[in-house]
Nanobody, 127 residues
């Protein structure tokens, strides 16, 4: 059974950094693209970043380009989201999601593209 577990969220002051982790089990990790999404209170879930199965392709939402970096360690079944220069508008629940990388899954970071989801980790940016 495929399972995704997010960790690393917390409360950080504006301008600070966090590293989120998404650890997977129950799948051949190296076959899957992984996406990061977030949902702020009262807003729809939005795509933040995506990394292809072998790490060759990455994609970012315009709002996080230059501040966030996605990476993966297939030996550890883990994808990381390094978040720097955090802003209050980055606040939300962050989810990771997996989808078999049979086509350019990371092209649009679409919520509807990904079939398997984690439970999320809360990120709060506040002074």
């Amino acid at each position: 059974q495929l399972q995704l577990v997010e960790s690393g969220g917390g409360l950080v002051q504006p301008g600070g950094s966090l590293r989120l982790s998404c650890t997977a089990s129950g799948l051949t990790f190296g076959y899957y693209a992984i996406g990061w999404f977030r949902q702020a209170p009262g807003k729809e879930r939005e795509g933040v970043s995506c990394i292809s199965s072998k790490g060759a392709t990455t994609n970012y939402a315009d709002s996080v380009k230059g501040r966030f970096t996605i990476s993966r360690d297939n030996a550890k079944n883990t994808v990381y989201l390094h978040m720097n220069s955090l802003k209050p508008e980055d606040t939300g629940i962050y989810y990771c999601a997996a989808e078999m990388d049979l086509w350019p899954v990371c092209g649009t970071i679409g919520v509807d593209v990904f079939g398997s989801w984690g439970q999320g980790t809360q990120v709060t940016i506040s002074s």
